[in-house]
DNA sequence: TTAACTGCAAAAGTTTTGCAGGTCG
DNA sequence: CGACCTGCAAAACTTTTGCAGTTAA
């Protein structure tokens, strides 16, 4: 964790941008919740500091995916979930019944986006393939 | 086409439920647009028919979606377009950076839901699957 | 006729923006 | 000190809901 706050930090220098407590905050949460939606990472991060506005938030989720600490992917009804990018080893499996989020390895999806590779000079990026489906319930 | 609002009034007739001309209008318009937003929808629709309301074409879409017609997945940044669900014979490839929407077999992907159902006692749902990536440009 | 459906308007939920004040560097 | 950031409030969107009037069957 401190590891990728170090990193935000590294990043924001290089471009003249502050390391602020909020930025950091925001990190740290994603960092321990994995995956999560703005909402809830404004709730983590409001319990430690609860003068952060959830429009900060966003401001902070908007730089650090620029920055490339961070992505997002949609995985349910629509809902964007914020995972730190060096996370994203793996793909999401979205039960359509029960809502519950499994991971798989991104290896499995290799040959599929060779395949796409060639037929399509498409490069997918795996680590933003969620696929929807229905679990064992 | 007619055959897909003919298959509607079917579908809603078994079910006592009304055939109304704005629901085959949103039908009718999902089947000249491919694949299109809710607000897309109702552009088409409120053109021939102006006294169409977009919570109505909500409702129409739900509905749609409800007795098997239709299906909706999250192309770009959570945008839910929806496509008739027996056009849903390809899986789509969404560039980040142009925007473009390019359809895939959905064959290349068998595969991949096979490993899935497998390790994961997971039925992916190929036709909702969308690979977010970088085009050709 | 009458239960289903629609249009309208308002509510609810989410994300963005303008601005005055606070703060990192 | 000075530009960058934040909090707040309001705006901009998207989707849902309640209700009175309309309409398909």
Redesign the pocket.
């Known amino acids: 964790m401190s590891v990728s706050v170090e990193a935000l930090?590294a990043a924001?220098?290089e471009?003249?941008?502050?390391?602020?407590?909020?930025?950091r905050q925001v990190l740290t949460a994603i960092v321990s919740l994995g995956h999560a939606?703005?909402?809830q990472i404004h709730g983590h991060v409001h319990a430690r500091?609860p003068?952060?506005?959830?429009?900060?938030?966003?401001?902070?989720?908007?730089?650090l995916e620029e920055l490339g600490l961070v992505s997002h992917t949609h995985l349910d009804h629509?809902?964007?979930t914020y995972h730190l990018a060096a996370h994203a080893r793996h793909l999401h499996l979205v039960c359509r019944h029960c809502g519950s989020v499994t991971e798989a390895e991104l290896s499995i999806a290799r040959p599929l986006a060779a395949v796409i590779a060639e037929r399509h000079r498409f490069t997918a990026d795996l680590t933003h393939l969620s696929v929807h489906g229905v679990c064992a319930e």
Do not use: C, F, H
């Not at 471009?15 to 930025?23: C, I, V």
């Not at 938030?57 to 908007?62: G, H, I, K, N, T």
């Open positions: 930090d924001l220098r471009r003249g941008l502050r390391a602020t407590p909020q930025r939606t703005p909402e500091n003068s952060v506005n959830l429009s900060t938030v966003y401001r902070a989720l908007e730089l629509g809902a964007p």
